[in-house]
Structure formats: structure tokens, C-alpha cells
């Protein structure tokens, strides 16, 4: 019974992700970073990713 439970529910997650792009999983990754200001300047230094809000606003308009 878990197993079907388990199965089921790794279908459902998996719908639920098949349409994400890399760069929407990517910029869902550094929200909770773009709270804080310092954390996410450290952030994208260390990452080379874009995490303060500027920086993704850029990115998703260049995407467009």
C-alpha cells in the first residue's frame, strides 16, 4: 500500500514539474535569499547566479 502511496505521489510531483523550465527552478531557488540583501549579494558571488530581485527582473525580461 505505500508503495502505490509512494508511486503516486512521485507521478503527481512529477506533473506537477514537467512544464519548469531551468531558469524558473533556478530563480525559485534564490527567493529565499532575495529577502536579504547581503545574503544574496554573497549569494550571487558565489554562485554567479542572479538572486537579488533586480537581477532576476532583468533576467526574465531578457528571456522575453
Same mark, same amino acid.
Given at each position: 500500500m505505500f508503495i502505490i502511496i509512494g508511486l503516486l505521489c512521485a507521478a503527481a510531483g512529477y506533473w506537477c514539474l514537467r512544464n519548469i523550465s531551468a531558469l524558473d527552478m533556478d530563480?525559485?531557488?534564490?527567493?529565499?535569499?532575495?529577502?536579504?540583501?547581503?545574503?544574496?549579494? !554573497?549569494?550571487?558571488?558565489?554562485?554567479? !547566479?542572479?538572486?537579488?530581485?533586480?537581477?532576476?527582473?532583468?533576467?526574465?525580461?531578457?528571456?522575453a
Open positions: 530563480q525559485a531557488a534564490m527567493l529565499p535569499f532575495a529577502d536579504d540583501r547581503p545574503a544574496a549579494r !554573497r549569494v550571487e558571488q558565489d554562485t554567479g !547566479r542572479p538572486c537579488l530581485p533586480e537581477h532576476l527582473a532583468q533576467q526574465t525580461a531578457l528571456k
